[in-house]
C-alpha cells in the first residue's frame, strides 16, 4: 500500500553530520505521520524522530538538539538533518510511515559513525 525508500546514510567522523531521506509512494493520502527509528545490533529498536500530517515533531531524547525532522509535501519526503553525531548514533536507520493500526517500513539505511 505504501512504499518507503530510504537514503542518505554512509560512513562520518564523530561530530560530523548527515541528511537522511526518504521517500514515499503508493496511498501516501493514507499516511497519518511518517518517522525514523534506529536500531542496531543486540538494541531494541528505538524512536528517532517522528512528524504528523499536521506538522507536529517529537524526539527521542538521545537526539534532541542534534536532528531535525522535516518534510517536503510535494515530493512525499521527510528529512532526518543528524548534527554532531556521536559513535553510539551507528545503527540502521528505517523510515516509518503510520496508516490507521498498520505500519510500512522501509529498508533500512546504515550509519557509522567512527571516533
Known amino acids: 500500500q505504501v512504499q518507503l525508500v530510504e537514503s542518505g546514510g554512509g560512513l562520518v567522523q564523530a561530530g560530523g553530520s548527515l541528511r537522511l531521506s526518504c521517500a514515499a509512494s503508493g496511498s501516501i493520502f493514507s499516511i497519518n505521520a511518517m518517522g525514523w527509528y534506529r536500531q542496531a545490533p543486540g538494541k531494541q529498536r528505538e524512536l528517532v524522530a517522528r512528524?504528523?500530517?499536521?506538522?507536529?515533531?517529537n524526539y527521542g531524547d538521545s537526539v534532541k538538539g542534534r536532528f531535525t525532522i522535516s518534510r517536503d509535501s510535494a515530493k512525499n519526503t521527510v528529512y532526518l538533518q543528524m548534527n554532531s553525531l556521536k559513535p553510539e548514533d551507528t545503527a540502521v536507520y528505517l523510515c516509518?510511515?503510520?496508516?490507521?493500526?498498520?505500519?510500512?517500513w522501509g529498508q533500512g539505511t546504515q550509519v557509522t559513525v567512527s571516533s
Open positions: 512528524i504528523s500530517s499536521g506538522g507536529s515533531t
Open positions: 516509518n510511515a503510520d496508516v490507521l493500526v498498520t505500519q510500512f
